[in-house]
C-alpha cells in the first residue's frame, strides 16, 4: 500500500519569502516521488520527479524537493515566491509494480504582494 | 506538438443523461487514465488501460464506462447511475517500461449537472 500525505491544504507566503510546501508518503518499495503544478481549470503539470539518481531533484520554475528517507518526506522549496507561483501543489508516489500512482489532497498557495 | 487533447472544456449535462468526455494523446503513450477532481480531494482514479483493447477499474468506477479501442483514444462516459457528476475530469498519459513512467495530464472537462 502507499499513501500520501501533504500538510496544510492552504500555505500563504509574501513575494519574495521562501516557499515550503510538505508532503510525507508511505510506500512499502522503494517509491518514485512526483510535484505537480495546477492553475485554476487546467491541468497537473509536472514540477519535479524524484528516481533514486539523486535525493536533492531540481525542477522547473525555480522548484527544488530532497528526498529523505529517514522522514519518508519530499518537501517542495523555492526561495523566493513569485506572483506567477500562485497556483494549487498536488505530491504524489508510486510505487507498485504497475503504473498506478496516488495524489496527495493538494496545497493552495497564495504569493501575497 | 505532442500532448494530450481533451474535450469539450466545458460540459452540462441533465439529469438522467449520459455524456462522453474525449481523450486523445498523439504522445505514442501505452497507459491512459482518467481522475476525478473534487475540491479537497485530489485526484481520484476513475479508469485505467495500459493497452487497447484492455481496461482496468480504478478507485472509483461506479457509473462510468471507458473503452480503448485505439492507442490514441480513451473515451469516458458519465452514465445516469453516477448520481454526483458534477465535477473537473482529467485524461493522463505515460510511456510503459521508461522507468517512472510519469503521467502527462490534458487540460481537463468540467462538468456541470444542471
Known amino acids: 500500500a502507499q499513501s500520501v500525505t501533504q500538510l496544510g491544504s492552504h500555505v500563504s507566503v509574501s513575494e519574495g519569502a521562501l516557499v515550503l510546501l510538505r508532503c510525507n508518503y508511505s510506500?512499502?518499495?522503494?517509491?518514485?516521488l512526483f510535484w505537480y503544478v495546477q492553475y485554476p481549470n487546467q491541468g497537473l503539470q509536472l514540477l519535479l520527479k524524484y528516481t533514486s539518481a539523486a535525493t536533492l531533484v531540481k525542477g522547473i520554475n525555480g522548484f527544488e524537493a530532497e528526498f529523505k528517507k529517514s522522514e519518508t518526506s519530499f518537501h517542495l522549496t523555492k526561495p523566493s515566491a513569485h506572483m506567477s507561483d500562485a497556483a494549487e501543489y498536488f505530491c504524489?508516489?508510486?510505487?507498485?509494480?504497475?503504473?498506478?500512482?496516488?495524489f496527495g489532497t493538494g496545497t493552495k498557495l497564495q504569493v501575497i504582494p | 506538438d505532442g500532448g494530450i487533447t481533451q474535450s469539450p472544456k466545458y460540459l452540462f449535462r441533465k439529469e438522467g443523461q449520459n455524456v462522453t468526455l474525449s481523450c486523445e494523446q498523439n504522445l505514442n503513450h501505452d497507459a491512459m487514465y482518467w481522475y476525478r477532481q473534487d475540491p479537497g480531494q485530489g485526484l481520484r482514479l476513475i479508469y485505467y488501460?495500459?493497452?487497447?483493447?484492455?481496461?482496468q477499474k480504478g478507485d472509483i468506477a461506479e457509473g462510468y464506462s471507458v473503452s480503448r479501442e485505439k492507442k490514441e483514444s480513451f473515451p469516458l462516459t458519465v452514465t445516469s447511475a453516477q448520481k454526483n457528476p458534477t465535477a473537473f475530469y482529467l485524461c493522463?498519459?505515460?510511456?510503459?517500461?521508461?522507468?517512472?513512467?510519469?503521467?502527462?495530464f490534458g487540460p481537463g472537462t468540467r462538468l456541470t449537472v444542471l
Open positions: 488501460s495500459q493497452i487497447v483493447n484492455d481496461f
Open positions: 504524489a508516489v508510486k510505487g507498485g509494480g504497475y503504473q498506478k500512482v496516488t
Open positions: 493522463a498519459s505515460t510511456y510503459v517500461g521508461g522507468g517512472t513512467d510519469t503521467q502527462y
Open positions: 510506500s512499502s518499495v522503494p517509491p518514485y
